[in-house]
């Protein structure tokens, strides 16, 4: 396993739309296996190939207390469960150390291939369905700053220049 750089935001790479998997070969199971590997050391609930630079559709995520439940999604899609929505405060591995609430639907119906390209579908809510719309959303090129104000989301840009320039001078 390798931990994979993270990209993080602004990165233009970080809009660019996933396709999906063909076939789940040793190549993704590697992929999985790097994302989930680099997931746990950011100490992050998910992560999406988008990413880390690989622009396949594909997620890892462990919501778990014990970090123990590595959950793999490929290809995956999911449906709303009425129409309830709520805010829940949102972090991201590549706006680091930035959070803010996020309204999304407070359910999800999802369908996705696991490690082994066996289908599975499953129902969400709380923590677990915020994060499957977040992953979602990095496949489709968009970040959780979309959402805010452009005030807020100018904020965070200045923040992220700073650091980067911390980081190219330290
Ligand atoms: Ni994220």
Do not use: W
């Not at 680091?96 to 609430?101: G, R």
């Not at 999304?104 to 490690?115: N, P, S, Y």
């Not at 677990?128 to 959303?137: F, N, P, S, Y």
Request: proline fraction near 6%; include cysteine.
């Amino acid at each position: 396993m390798a931990k994979l750089p993270i990209l993080e935001f602004p990165d233009e790479r970080l809009r660019t739309k996933a396709v999906p998997v063909e076939t789940v070969d040793d190549e993704v199971r590697q992929l999985v296996d790097d994302m989930l590997e680099t997931m746990y050391d950011a100490r992050g609930i998910g992560l999406a190939a988008t990413q880390v630079d690989v622009h396949r559709r594909v997620i890892v995520m462990d919501v778990s207390d014990e970090r123990s439940s590595p959950l793999v999604l490929i290809n995956p899609e999911f449906t709303p469960i009425g129409d309830e929505r709520e805010p829940l405060q949102e972090g991201c591995l590549s706006i680091p150390e930035y959070y803010a609430d996020v309204p999304r639907a407070l359910r999800v119906h999802l369908k996705a291939l696991d490690r082994d390209g066996q289908p599975y579908e499953l129902e969400a809510d709380g923590l677990l369905a915020h994060c499957i719309q977040h992953e979602h959303d990095h496949l489709e090129g968009i970040l959780f700053v979309d959402y805010l104000s452009s005030l807020k989301r100018d904020r965070v840009l200045k923040k992220m220049q700073k650091r980067h320039k911390m980081l190219q001078d330290a």
